[in-house]
Each structure stands twice: as structure tokens, then as C-alpha cells.
């Protein structure tokens, strides 16, 4: 099942989802997948992956929106990685994926 991810909701905010060619210059340049910023309420995702890495990196970032909002950034950012990786495992298991509507691609 793939889900598309125009933005999430968290808390009483809405998180766009950016994935695009200027969003993958950007992270590219910084070696990242993605990142989330929380002042601009946004989270971007790299589009020159797998889709398996685009749900996985998702996973993560949203995870980062969900520690800052709910949990006031208590969540050490080592453990924000390994909850993504069992979320994203337990996704494939499933067969859900994530894309992004404006990626020009995926490898
Ligand atoms: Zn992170």
C-alpha cells in the first residue's frame, strides 16, 4: 500500500512534506536524507533514494516533529533513529510505503 504524505499533523500543528529537486540539492549538499525544522514546520525528504529509504527517513523526521511537539525533545536522537528503523520495518512487514507527490523520482 503506498501512502502519499502531502503533511502530517502534530500536535496543533501541520508539518508540510517536502520532497523535490531543490529539497534534494539541499540535503545532498549537507549528506542527509532529511530533515526537519521545526520553526518553518517542515519536514523534507531526499526523492534520490529508494522509496524503502524515503519511508524510513519519513519515519525518522516525523518522529523528530512528534519528540519536539509532544514530548518537549526528551527523546535522545539515537533513539529517535532506532524507533524509525523498527517503524519502518514493521511498515514493509505490512507492506505500507511512503512517497511524496512532487518527488521527481525515486532510485
Ligand atoms: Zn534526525
Redesign the pocket.
Given at each position: 500500500m503506498l501512502i502519499k504524505v502531502p503533511g502530517i499533523e502534530v500536535g496543533p500543528f501541520h508539518y508540510s512534506v517536502i520532497s523535490d529537486a531543490e529539497s534534494d540539492r539541499e540535503l545532498g549538499d549537507r549528506q542527509l536524507y532529511g530533515d526537519?525544522s521545526h520553526m518553518l514546520r517542515r519536514i523534507r525528504v531526499a526523492s534520490d533514494t529508494s522509496r524503502e529509504q524515503f519511508t524510513c527517513t519519513f519515519l525518522?523526521?516525523a518522529i523528530?516533529a512528534i519528540n519536539n511537539v509532544w514530548c518537549n525533545d526528551k527523546m535522545e536522537?539515537a533513539l529517535?533513529?532506532n524507533v524509525a528503523y523498527g517503524l519502518a520495518q514493521m511498515c514493509r512487514g505490512l507492506g505500507i510505503e511512503f512517497y511524496a507527490d512532487q518527488s521527481p523520482h525515486y532510485l
Open positions: 526537519c525518522h523526521e523528530e536522537h529517535i533513529t
